[in-house]
Structure formats: structure tokens, C-alpha cells
T-cell receptor, first 109, second 114 residues
Framework: QQQVKQSPQSLIVQKGGIPIINCAYE??????FPWYQQFPGKGPALLIA?????SEKKEGRFTISFNKSAKQFSLHIMDSQPGDSATYFC????????FGKGTKLTVNP | NAGVMQNPRHLVRRRGQEARLRCSPM?????VYWYRQLPEEGLKFMVY????????ESGMPKERFSAEFPKEGPSILRIQQVVRGDSAAYFC????????????FGSGTRLTVV
């Protein structure tokens, strides 16, 4: 009940493409769903987060879509850039977070 | 306004030695969380502390690991008698109050056990 399943494991897109990363959770008590971006050798940085009372949240080029009934949420990156190449982690929780295993995104120029 | 500070950035220990990892939270933050990241894995929760209190240590291995957050000074994650399997990146995050999950992570300590 504590797992968060993330897919795909890796993703390669061309500059300008729209990579989509998906996550599924099991615990219906979770009420906070953030996405983190991590560059090699760095700590995870909070990118965007959503609460279960909304179905979509947009911040700049990053959008979270949330489907409460399916217990799934996804990250879309619009107009992706080579500088977006990083590992992305979804997470879910209420006070402590359960993380997915990460998606390594490569954006080719 | 400094972020969460962790030191050392890299730590090498021989099997059987002790490792001490330090975390200074953001100014005004009194809640600290420790997470561990194994290679090619996501972060896993270890322990949540307030000043002078352990709130949740459900993710801590039962033996060899301990954590504290004293009234003064940084939070310390202590690993006694390290083994190769302890090699990982250890991240600390801080928040200003209970129930606040939009916390900020430090840059981590990368522990290598040789």
C-alpha cells in the first residue's frame, strides 16, 4: 500500500517535444503529490505539486494531471529543452513522502 | 537566505567505522527529514525529527542507525559499524512546521563504504 510506481524508466525526446511521465499510487490516504527534478550530484528540487482536490495544475511549461479515481498522476513538460535533461521523481504522501524510482529524461537538441 | 546545508558532501568510510552526517535546516525551520537514495533508486524515508524529538523513525533500520536534532546545532544521522550496503546518498530536508510537505532538500552526503 506504500508503493508509488513510475514509468517509463527512461525517455528520450527531441527539443520541443512533450515528454509525459506517469505515476500510480495505492494509498488513498495520500494527499500531496509532488514532482522533483534531480541533476547528477545534486539534491532533488521541487518542481510542481498537486493536491487531490484538483485535476490539473500548470506552472510554466510543467503540468500535472491528476486522476483520483484511477489513483494516477502524470507530469507533462511542454516545449522541452536540452536543459530539462534530468531525472524526474514523482512522490506521494501526507507528511512523509513515498518516491517513485525515477525517470531519466534526455532532450536532444 | 541559505538553503538546507549538508556536510560533508562526500564521505568515505572503511567497513566497521562510524559515519556522521550533518544537516543544518533552513533558517526558521524546526522540522527535519532524512531520506536515503540507493543508486538508480528513488528516495526512501528514514526519519522525521523536531527539535529534541524523534517524531517518526519508521524508515530507520533497527540496528546501527540513529538520528538526533538537538536544541542547538545541526541534525545528525549516525551510522555505526558501516557495511558496504550503507553506501548511498543521504538527503536531508527541512520544513517550518508539522504537516508541511513542500520541503526543500539539501545537496546530500554521498557515503561510500570501502
Amino acid at each position: 500500500q506504500q508503493q508509488v510506481k513510475q514509468s517509463p524508466q527512461s525517455l528520450i525526446v527531441q527539443k520541443g517535444g512533450i515528454p509525459i511521465i506517469n505515476c500510480a499510487y495505492e494509498n488513498t490516504a495520500f494527499d500531496y503529490f509532488p514532482w522533483y527534478q534531480q541533476f547528477p550530484g545534486k539534491g532533488p528540487a521541487l518542481l510542481i505539486a498537486i493536491r487531490p482536490d484538483v485535476s490539473e495544475k500548470k506552472e510554466g511549461r510543467f503540468t500535472i494531471s491528476f486522476n483520483k479515481s484511477a489513483k494516477q498522476f502524470s507530469l507533462h513538460i511542454m516545449d522541452s529543452q536540452p536543459g530539462d535533461s534530468a531525472t524526474y521523481f514523482c512522490a506521494a504522501g501526507s507528511e512523509k513522502l513515498v518516491f517513485g524510482k525515477g525517470t531519466k529524461l534526455t532532450v536532444n537538441p | 537566505n541559505a538553503g538546507v546545508m549538508q556536510n560533508p558532501r562526500h564521505l568515505v568510510r572503511r567497513r566497521g567505522q562510524e559515519a556522521r552526517l550533518r544537516c543544518s535546516p533552513m533558517k526558521g525551520h524546526s522540522h527535519v527529514y532524512w531520506y536515503r537514495q540507493l543508486p538508480e533508486e528513488g528516495l526512501k524515508f528514514m526519519v522525521y525529527l523536531q527539535k529534541e524529538n524523534i517524531i517518526d523513525e519508521s524508515g530507520m533500520p533497527k540496528e546501527r542507525f540513529s538520528a538526533e536534532f538537538p536544541k542547538e546545532g545541526p541534525s545528525i544521522l549516525r551510522i555505526q559499524q558501516v557495511v558496504r550496503g550503507d553506501s548511498a546518498a543521504y538527503f536531508c530536508a527541512s520544513s517550518p512546521r508539522a504537516g508541511y510537505v513542500g520541503y526543500t532538500f539539501g545537496s546530500g552526503t554521498r557515503l561510500t563504504v570501502v
